[in-house]
């Protein structure tokens, strides 16, 4: 559901962090947001109501290029984690260009990553989208940890239609843009079969 700014000639995208709960969509954000140039991204927001909290802020990455002469401008969102908020999580879907899925490396979290995947699934059915065929990739997070499970058995349970999948550690940084271009690529290139 791109939105085109014909005044600014800017095509807008939605790009939206996945996962369980503490598994670094936030992390992923937050990194993005403070090694952006301050002139080409907006402010980071957080609509936090009691229990549960979502942060998107929106920016210009220049070395993307652009679509028809359009500059490319992307919103960035996190979902809350916890299944519990899954109205939040439908809404914040509403309109999305290409999700990121973030796994929890931990071997005591994949079956939260199952259940978010599968949740995942049936919130973009619910909205209109197939994650078969909307930009989609996966990040396997938190890899500097001592108790993760292997990438091969992290790829087998998660992976759903051989998305591009990114290893990382975003505390540190690592894997973060990577991941971040990874998807926006899938998102250019679907904007400019269609345009």
Same mark, same amino acid.
Request: aromatic share 34%.
């Given at each position: 559901m791109t939105f085109i700014n014909y005044a600014s000639r800017e095509i807008n995208c939605k790009i939206v962090y996945y996962g369980p709960g503490l598994c670094g969509k936030t992390t992923n954000l937050? %990194?993005? %947001?403070?090694k952006t140039n301050p002139q080409a991204k907006g402010k980071l927001i957080s609509l936090a109501t009691e229990t549960d909290r979502t942060? +998107? +802020?929106d920016f210009l990455p220049l070395e993307l290029g652009t679509v028809r002469g359009f500059k490319t401008r992307f919103h960035l %969102?996190?979902?809350?984690?916890?299944? +519990? %908020?899954?109205?939040?999580?439908k809404l914040i879907l509403k309109g999305v260009d290409g999700v990121i899925f973030v796994a929890d490396s931990q071997n005591e979290r994949m079956d939260a990553n199952l259940e978010s995947v599968d949740n995942l699934q049936v919130n973009l059915k619910s909205q209109g989208y197939d994650l078969t065929t909307i930009p989609y990739v996966l990040q396997l997070n938190k890899r500097d940890l001592p108790n993760v499970a292997p990438v091969e058995e992290m790829r087998r349970m998660l992976v759903k239609k051989s998305e591009p999948v990114f290893e990382a550690v975003a505390s540190k940084g690592t894997g973060v843009f990577e991941t971040l271009k990874g998807v926006a690529k899938l998102v250019l290139s679907e904007l400019t079969r269609t345009a």
């Open positions: 937050q %990194y993005i %947001y403070d942060l +998107f +802020f %969102y996190t979902v809350p984690g916890q299944v +519990f %908020y899954d109205a939040s999580r």
